[in-house]
């Protein structure tokens, strides 16, 4: 089993940057992918960014320009660098990793205010 702990989620006004972090914990033998999602109120959970064990990243075209993923294999440990927030990126930020299956964490909420 695998446990995901985010945190750094907050309220920012728009145009104001957000750093969120995702600790990995468990029974962790190879954590392969890795990223953020993100679900707003009524509506569908959405992919932000992922980012693979070599460090290769994928975007929402949403997002891109603005955030950035990294990782720290050596930490487990994954994070989102938000900047220029926006209003509609205000959502509950879940990360997700993947072992043998995919794990997910309870999320972070992330407020941009206008």
């Known amino acids: 089993q695998v446990k995901l702990v985010e945190s750094g989620g907050g309220l920012v006004q728009a145009g104001g940057s957000l750093r969120l972090s995702c600790a990995a914990s468990g029974n962790i033998f190879t954590l392969n992918l890795m990223g953020w999602y993100r679900q707003a109120p009524g509506k569908q959970r959405e992919l932000v960014a992922t980012?693979?064990?070599?460090?290769?990243?994928n975007y929402a075209d949403s997002v891109k320009g603005r955030f950035t993923i990294s990782r720290d294999n050596s930490k487990n440990m994954v994070y989102l660098q938000m900047n220029s927030l926006k209003p509609e990126d205000t959502a509950v930020y879940c990360c997700?990793?993947?072992?043998?299956?995919?794990?997910w964490g309870q999320g972070t909420q992330v407020t941009v205010s206008s």
């Open positions: 980012i693979t064990r070599s460090n290769s990243p």
């Open positions: 997700m990793a993947v072992t043998n299956r995919s794990y």
